[in-house]
């Protein structure tokens, strides 16, 4: 499998490569040149097989010669015997036509552990015997942070530098990352900033030239490829547990950075059923407004009790757009830089059309969270956080036929988020006992100003260069 960028201009490169890479070097994003096809027998095929299996068979075609169909197996088994449930993401039934599917089985209690215990096994597989030193710089919104720090710390020939806005995270993500404090695991914390100003900050490390080319740099975010890869296999999972191939499965995704449900969006292109994919947003709903309106201009980030939500550039919405609008390179290439200098852009007819046949969304509000939430918990006695609430709420105003199975993606434990959790449910979670004296451990960050040279500056005293 070859992987091209979304901006045309960039070498073309194998799995390996693209995983270690990250960003394109024209400022794009990877995809695969062309999507896998699965037949309707492969999926049946599907039918009973575990996580790693599923793992295995939807995978296959993403890495290519890059790793072998044992070695493949090997890291699948190994990241996903780390999760705390033998089904690793398990479907749980609301009512009659809803499900959960729970993601935050992993050791960082949220659904990037899905794909960052993957990557971790990843580099390191790709650096053995060989003197690379990769610098990995990320910028997270409270649970990649976490996810890839728990991935990362300790392993030989990575140092992960991660970027969270200061006091724009809950207490427990800040803590997840703060308080490990293994030597290649540098937190930093942006005053004054937004997730956007850390991921615009990451990019822009990626884009200039006298820094990227002084540090083998890669990344952790869903900008890079073969996390969205791994986030594909639980659409899988999910849909066959529930009928696919014979009957087609809905999907109700609470998005950000809109990585999640591009996952969704390539499981539908391989030839899985997706009745629908329901992009639900809080209320920074730049990607309500464009899927609804055409409209994809940049608002005021709002902080919210749904903080990983909080983000109102999209970097995933490049990938979508691309492949809508026919694979042009230089014609997405200019549409984003149009968009880089005003902050703002329309839609195509083509982009449109192509995102309405399969994509609908909903923009949910602090209320209407909080009325799922008590939702869940007294009609099906479940216990949600406000991510997942705000795609359950999305999910439940979503008109789809009463046969299709809506499944809401359960992309965090409630107990990173218990002040909202216990305002709305009157029910406090508690975190489990793997992470029960998170509160007593030592924390270790650094506070920088949101700018680019403050955080260059910082990184290239610490890092190690090519
Ligand atoms: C708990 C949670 N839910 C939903 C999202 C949104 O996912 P995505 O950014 O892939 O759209 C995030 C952040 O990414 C998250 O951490
Ligand atoms: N919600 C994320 C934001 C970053 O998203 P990513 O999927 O691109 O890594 C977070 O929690 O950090």
Same mark, same amino acid.
């Given at each position: 499998?070859?992987?091209?960028?979304?901006?045309?201009?960039?070498?073309?490169?194998?799995?390996?490569?693209?995983?270690?890479?990250?960003?394109?070097?024209?400022?794009?994003?990877?995809?695969?040149?062309?999507?896998?096809?699965?037949?309707?027998?492969?999926?049946?095929?599907?039918?009973?097989?575990?996580?790693?299996?599923?793992?295995?068979?939807?995978?296959?075609?993403?890495?290519?010669?890059?790793?072998?169909?044992?070695?493949?197996?090997?890291?699948?088994?190994?990241?996903?015997?780390?999760?705390?449930?033998?089904?690793?993401?398990?479907?749980?039934?609301?009512?009659?036509?809803?499900?959960?599917?729970?993601?935050?089985?992993?050791?960082?209690?949220?659904?990037?552990?899905?794909?960052?215990?993957?990557?971790?096994?990843?580099?390191?597989?790709?650096?053995?015997?060989?003197?690379?030193?990769?610098?990995?710089?990320?910028?997270?919104?409270?649970?990649?942070?976490?996810?890839?720090?728990?991935?990362?710390?300790?392993?030989?020939?990575?140092?992960?530098?991660?970027?969270?806005?200061?006091?724009?995270?809950?207490?427990?993500?800040?803590?997840?990352?703060?308080?490990?404090?293994?030597?290649?695991?540098?937190?930093?914390?942006?005053?004054?900033?937004?997730?956007?100003?850390?991921?615009?900050?990451?990019?822009?490390?990626?884009?200039?030239?006298?820094?990227?080319?002084?540090?083998?740099?890669?990344?952790?975010?869903?900008?890079?490829?073969?996390?969205?890869?791994?986030?594909?296999?639980?659409?899988?999972?999910? $849909?066959? !547990? &529930?009928?696919?191939?014979? #009957?087609?499965? %809905?999907? /109700?995704?609470? @998005?950000?950075?809109?990585? +999640?449900?591009?996952?969704?969006?390539?499981?539908?292109?391989?030839?899985?059923?997706?009745?629908?994919?329901?992009?639900?947003?809080?209320?920074?709903?730049?990607?309500?407004?464009?899927?609804?309106?055409?409209?994809?201009?940049?608002?005021?980030?709002?902080?919210?009790?749904?903080?990983?939500?909080?983000?109102?550039?999209?970097?995933?919405?490049?990938?979508?757009?691309?492949?809508?609008?026919?694979?042009?390179?230089?014609?997405?290439?200019?549409?984003?830089?149009?968009?880089?200098?005003?902050? $703002?852009? !329309? &839609?195509?007819?083509?982009? #449109?059309?192509? %995102?309405? /046949?399969?994509? @609908?969304?909903?923009?949910? +509000?602090?209320?209407?969270?909080?009325?799922?939430?008590?939702?869940?918990?007294?009609?099906?006695?479940?216990?949600?956080?406000?991510?997942?609430?705000?795609?359950?709420?999305?999910?439940?105003?979503?008109?789809?036929?009463?046969?299709?199975?809506?499944?809401?993606?359960?992309?965090?434990?409630?107990?990173?988020?218990?002040?909202?959790?216990?305002?709305?449910?009157?029910?406090?979670?508690?975190?489990?006992?793997?992470?029960?004296?998170?509160?007593?451990?030592?924390?270790?960050?650094?506070?920088?100003?949101?700018?680019?040279?403050?955080?260059?500056?910082?990184? %290239?005293?610490?890092?190690?260069?090519?």
């Amino acid at each position: 499998m070859k992987y091209v960028s979304t901006r045309g201009n960039a070498p073309v490169l194998d799995f390996e490569q693209v995983t270690l890479a990250g960003l394109a070097s024209d400022g794009g994003l990877y995809l695969p040149e062309s999507w896998p096809s699965f037949t309707t027998e492969q999926i049946a095929a599907l039918k009973g097989a575990s996580y790693v299996d599923t793992a295995v068979a939807v995978m296959t075609p993403f890495v290519g010669d890059s790793l072998t169909a044992e070695d493949l197996r090997a890291l699948c088994t190994q990241a996903y015997g780390r999760f705390a449930h033998g089904a690793v993401t398990p479907l749980v039934q609301l009512d009659h036509q809803h499900w959960l599917l729970e993601l935050f089985h992993g050791p960082t209690l949220a659904f990037k552990d899905v794909a960052l215990q993957l990557l971790g096994l990843l580099f390191e597989r790709f650096l053995s015997g060989s003197e690379r030193h990769i610098i990995v710089v990320g910028a997270t919104s409270g649970d990649t942070g976490s996810a890839a720090i728990d991935a990362l710390a300790g392993r030989a020939g990575v140092d992960i530098f991660m970027l969270h806005p200061k006091g724009r995270v809950s207490d427990v993500q800040r803590r997840q990352m703060t308080t490990v404090l293994a030597p290649n695991v540098h937190n930093i914390a942006l005053e004054d900033a937004s997730f956007d100003d850390a991921q615009a900050l990451v990019k822009a490390m990626f884009n200039d030239p006298s820094f990227s080319s002084r540090f083998a740099l890669s990344a952790v975010n869903s900008i890079n490829w073969a996390r969205l890869m791994a986030q594909v296999v639980y659409y899988f999972y999910a $849909a066959v !547990r &529930l009928g696919a191939p014979e #009957r087609p499965v %809905a999907f /109700a995704v609470p @998005t950000g950075n809109f990585g +999640d449900v591009f996952a969704g969006y390539v499981a539908a292109k391989m030839g899985l059923p997706v009745a629908k994919l329901i992009v639900a947003t809080n209320v920074n709903d730049i990607l309500h407004r464009a899927l609804s309106e055409g409209d994809y201009s940049q608002g005021v980030v709002v902080p919210t009790p749904s903080p990983s939500m909080d983000i109102q550039v999209s970097s995933n919405f490049e990938r979508l757009l691309f492949d809508l609008g026919g694979r042009d390179g230089a014609a997405l290439s200019g549409q984003m830089l149009g968009f880089e200098a005003t902050r $703002a852009m !329309r &839609l195509t007819n083509a982009q #449109r059309d192509g %995102a309405s /046949a399969l994509f @609908t969304s909903d923009r949910i +509000d602090l209320d209407e969270m909080s009325l799922a939430m008590r939702w869940a918990c007294e009609h099906a006695g479940e216990v949600i956080d406000p991510h997942t609430a705000i795609g359950l709420a999305a999910a439940r105003r979503a008109s789809l036929p009463a046969d299709v199975p809506v499944v809401t993606l359960a992309t965090a434990h409630p107990a990173k988020f218990r002040e909202p959790v216990e305002r709305a449910t009157g029910v406090r979670p508690t975190l489990p006992a793997r992470i029960g004296d998170l509160f007593d451990r030592e924390e270790r960050y650094a506070s920088l100003p949101g700018t680019f040279e403050a955080v260059t500056a910082y990184i %290239a005293e610490r890092a190690v260069a090519k």
